[in-house]
């Protein structure tokens, strides 16, 4: 008897019951699949894009060109916005900027510099345009300002050997920069650096069409409300002070001439461009 109940304990402990059908496991697989995707994954990866848009990063994850590209040059005088642009061509492609210290040519989408002739052959020009006092404001306070600091003290700017010594030089120097870019005779973008604060969709628009790329609209919008965009429209900083008060008229009148000069180069080029049954650009009548 004992041995009859052994036996048939054995054959029931060798079937394995189950109380679902293997249809219904499956079906509740796809459940629970689905519930962590829309509960947990969705909204996490919702949070990190979001976190990433807040800081600025709208293309996430920057690359180098995959295919050779034409070597494009991103050039101003040092304080005059090419780190605005690089950071728009940047998020809008996808795709680094290069400078002269680190990666060029085919690489990367664009090569920053201040000197184009450091590049090396370019097959294109971006070129961005402003006026002489606000580059030589921001370059100032760069090299003044201390750490973590926008704008340099009132002190410096009394100071005659710096503020008005780096007025005379770098006015000077701003001239150079763009005589030197608008002798180069290929393609050339003129970006005006008081159309991007004005009407950044429409700059982000004519880099893309220059640069031969289609971005979203989402990547436009949001280097347009990026915290960095806004601070790039902020600077300089505005001063309870005149800092020209310290400057002699005699240096403030050269510039001015400068400028002039340019503008005048900057609308020749312009018109030049109109006559050969291209897109006409905005005129240029002041640079601040």
Known sequence: MEYKFNRR???????RI??????????????????ILLVIVAPARLIYY?????KGDCSYKLSHMKHNSPVTALVAPPGCGTGWVRYIIQQISGN???NIYGRTGASVIAVEADYLNLIGPVDRVIVVVRSPFECLRVSFDRMQSKPNQMVASRSKYVNRNLWEKHVHTAGI?????????????????LIQYSNLITNIHSE???ISKFLNIVPSKSKFDCVARSPISIRFKRTPVKLPFNPLSFVSNS??????????????KINQRIRQKELQN???????????
């Open 278 to 288: 291209d897109s006409p650009n905005d005129r240029v009548t002041s640079l601040s």
């Open 9 to 15: 304990r054995r054959k029931l402990q060798q079937h």
């Open 96 to 98: 680094f900027v290069g």
């Open 251 to 264: 240096i403030q009148n050269n510039v001015r001439n400068s400028e002039k000069i340019i503008m005048s």
């Open 173 to 189: 120097n701003w001239k150079k920069y763009y005589k030197s870019y608008l002798a180069y005779d290929g393609p050339v973008l």
């Open 18 to 35: 189950s109380y679902f059908s293997a249809t219904e496991c499956a079906f509740a697989f796809a459940l629970a699949s689905i519930f």
């Open 50 to 54: 979001s976190v990433l848009e807040a």
């Open 204 to 206: 982000m628009h004519r």
